[in-house]
């Protein structure tokens, strides 16, 4: 009975990748029949436009929340080698962290969260055990912050969803709560057990103080308000800023559940889902044009310039 009951377990683990690769197809070719249903409708002149009213006053403000993201979001990278206890300097860390994101953004978190980082820390002289513990503490910062926005968004109630979604304001508030939780559960654990080891599943973990908590949770926080202010940026006064926030939070959520290197046309469809009736079309298609390029493009550029000048200088080093 009990290895009946195993090898139907494993069954059932062998079968989740497929049914969730369905999963991926049957949403990607939702997502295209949408965006080919919208595309006929839009007015590409105007869209054109749109693009061509983008001027410095809005570029430049847009540009700078980009490099802000990529400095703050490399302060991940910079806690987890305090963490791991590795005294690799700081802009090396940050340039291998910026490289990382960039990489992961358009390429996958595999690839470029996992893979880069990887390759570029162990060329660096980190041992694996610490690499993973330098990725262990950007991921968790990295969704901490997000939680901690995402929570106190819908638990305050400040972006009201679509009434055609059929979400009581209620459950709304309750799922806030709960998000909420999740950072609120990390700062107490590392309350009550700071400085020691914890054993998670043959894992000994430390746990960090709560001011190193702390500040894994404000770091991401402000880099999730950075990429949203990109996009408030294209969108002038169309949209107000928690608004664009609250979908950009979807979006990425949505991004996570339906793996699609860079989110591409994932990010399109939730702000069309949820933007589409506040702002014109023509406006929100040329400013998802330009938040691609700035926020996914020119970053993947200097990224890869940025990765081959880290192997170019670990050869150099001898590593």
């Given at each position: 009975?009990?290895?009946?009951?195993?090898?139907?377990?494993?069954?059932?683990?062998?079968?989740?990748?497929?049914?969730?690769?369905?999963?991926?197809?049957?949403?990607?070719?939702?997502?295209?029949?949408?965006?080919?249903?919208?595309?006929?409708?839009?007015?590409?002149?105007?869209?054109?436009?749109?693009?061509?009213?983008?001027?410095?006053?809005?570029?430049?403000?847009?540009?700078?929340?980009?490099?802000?993201?990529?400095?703050?979001?490399?302060?991940?990278?910079?806690?987890g080698?305090?963490?791991?206890?590795?005294?690799?300097?700081?802009?090396?860390?940050?340039?291998?962290?910026?490289?990382?994101?960039?990489?992961?953004l358009?390429?996958?978190?595999?690839?470029?969260?996992?893979?880069?980082?990887?390759?570029?820390?162990?060329?660096?002289?980190?041992?694996?055990?610490?690499?993973?513990?330098?990725?262990?503490?950007?991921v968790?910062?990295?969704?901490?912050?997000?939680?901690?926005?995402?929570?106190?968004?819908?638990?305050?109630?400040?972006?009201?969803?679509?009434?055609?979604?059929?979400?009581?304001?209620?459950?709304?508030?309750?799922?806030?709560?709960?998000?909420l939780?999740?950072?609120?559960?990390?700062?107490?654990?590392?309350?009550?057990?700071?400085?020691?080891?914890?054993?998670?599943?043959?894992?000994?973990?430390?746990?960090?103080?709560?001011?190193?908590?702390?500040?894994?949770?404000?770091?991401?926080?402000?880099?999730?308000?950075?990429?949203?202010?990109?996009?408030?940026?294209?969108?002038?006064?169309?949209?107000?800023?928690?608004?664009?926030?609250?979908?950009?939070?979807?979006?990425?959520?949505?991004?996570?559940?339906?793996?699609?290197?860079?989110?591409?046309?994932?990010?399109?469809?939730?702000?069309?889902?949820?933007?589409?009736?506040?702002v014109?079309?023509?406006?929100l298609?040329?400013?998802?044009?330009?938040?691609?390029?700035?926020y996914?493009?020119?970053?993947?550029?200097?990224?890869?310039?940025?990765?081959?000048?880290?192997?170019?200088?670990?050869?150099?080093?001898?590593?």
């Amino acid at each position: 009975m009990v290895v009946t009951q195993a090898i139907s377990a494993i069954r059932q683990h062998a079968r989740w990748p497929i049914v969730r690769r369905a999963i991926g197809i049957l949403f990607i070719a939702a997502v295209v029949a949408l965006i080919a249903r919208k595309l006929g409708t839009i007015d590409w002149d105007a869209v054109i436009a749109a693009l061509r009213g983008f001027d410095r006053r809005t570029l430049l403000p847009a540009a700078g929340f980009v490099v802000l993201s990529g400095l703050l979001y490399s302060q991940f990278d910079v806690l987890g080698c305090r963490y791991a206890g590795h005294p690799l300097p700081v802009r090396r860390v940050m340039a291998i962290s910026y490289v990382s994101y960039t990489l992961s953004l358009n390429l996958g978190a595999t690839l470029g969260g996992a893979g880069v980082r990887y390759r570029l820390y162990s060329r660096a002289g980190l041992s694996a055990p610490q690499i993973w513990s330098v990725f262990a503490v950007a991921v968790s910062s990295n969704w901490l912050g997000y939680a901690l926005l995402a929570g106190t968004i819908l638990a305050g109630q400040l972006v009201v969803l679509p009434p055609e979604w059929g979400i009581p304001p209620l459950a709304t508030r309750l799922l806030g709560l709960l998000m909420l939780a999740a950072p609120a559960g990390y700062l107490a654990a590392c309350v009550a057990w700071r400085g020691r080891h914890r054993t998670v599943r043959d894992h000994d973990i430390y746990v960090p103080s709560v001011g190193f908590a702390a500040l894994q949770c404000l770091v991401s926080a402000a880099n999730w308000m950075a990429v949203a202010a990109i996009m408030h940026a294209l969108l002038h006064t169309h949209a107000d800023y928690f608004t664009v926030l609250g979908v950009l939070l979807a979006s990425g959520l949505a991004g996570v559940v339906i793996r699609v290197p860079g989110g591409l046309g994932v990010i399109e469809t939730v702000f069309f889902a949820m933007l589409g009736d506040q702002v014109p079309h023509a406006l929100l298609v040329a400013a998802l044009i330009a938040y691609r390029a700035l926020y996914y493009l020119i970053p993947l550029m200097v990224g890869a310039v940025g990765y081959f000048l880290l192997e170019a200088r670990g050869k150099h080093d001898g590593a």
